[in-house]
């Protein structure tokens, strides 16, 4: 079974971040989340959410998959916390899947893990760059790295991680199930 990480940051945007769990959870997915500012996670909108580990204890060996959910709180340090940002290096360099949304595409920019074409939240674009940056798509894929724009796109994003890594049928049965509208 494919293992994706979700590491969650104070001020992370939760409808995001459940939205990853839980899409990719039915699709097959193990789904580790780690703390990256202690068990207990706060979101942008005070929900708390008890991860499974600390971020300290992934062994980013055992990943096929880092995805960050945005909230500009939880963005800025998972963009400066020195081990998700040498787990997203490690990723890339051994050419493993890495998925962003919202105002999380800046983290992966902070890494130098960012494809050259990606979307985000209309106006962190300023904050990364504005070359590659494609506002027509809600989410984009480049490569093995998966953008998207934020919280009314979440499910999609979330089903995109569950094609990328289980495939076509997955990816169909838990669209239907949810009557996702992708």
């Keep these: 079974m494919p293992t994706i990480l979700v590491p969650l940051a104070n001020g992370f945007?939760?409808?995001?971040?459940?939205?990853?769990?839980?899409?990719?959870?039915?699709g097959g997915l193990d789904v580790?989340?780690?703390?990256?500012?202690?068990?207990?996670?706060?979101?942008?909108?005070?929900i708390p959410i008890v991860t499974d580990c600390l971020i300290t204890d992934v062994n980013v060996n055992d990943l096929d998959m880092i995805a960050l959910a945005g909230g500009w709180g939880g963005t800025?340090?998972?963009?400066?916390?020195?081990?998700?940002?040498?787990?997203?290096?490690?990723?890339?360099?051994t050419d493993k899947h890495i998925a962003a949304i919202c105002a999380a595409p800046y983290a992966l920019d902070a890494a130098g893990v960012l494809s050259d074409n990606y979307t985000?939240?209309?106006?962190?674009?300023?904050?990364?760059?504005?070359?590659?940056?494609?506002?027509?798509?809600?989410?984009?894929?480049?490569?093995?790295?998966?953008?998207?724009?934020?919280?009314?796109?979440?499910i999609c994003f979330a089903l995109e991680i569950v094609k990328a890594l289980r495939g076509e049928d997955p990816?169909?049965?838990?669209?239907?199930?949810?009557?996702?509208?992708?």
Aim: charge should be negative.
């Design 32 to 46: 580790i989340v780690a703390g990256v500012d202690g068990k207990t996670a706060m979101g942008a909108h005070n």
């Design 13 to 26: 945007e939760e409808i995001e971040a459940i939205s990853i769990i839980d899409i990719c959870r039915r």
């Design 120 to 154: 985000c939240y209309p106006s962190i674009e300023n904050k990364i760059r504005l070359e590659g940056y494609n506002n027509d798509q809600h989410t984009v894929i480049d490569g093995k790295v998966i953008t998207s724009q934020g919280v009314g796109t979440a």
């Design 76 to 93: 800025e340090t998972l963009a400066s916390n020195v081990t998700v940002q040498s787990i997203l290096k490690q990723m890339k360099k």
């Design 171 to 182: 990816y169909q049965n838990v669209k239907q199930e949810i009557l996702a509208v992708c």
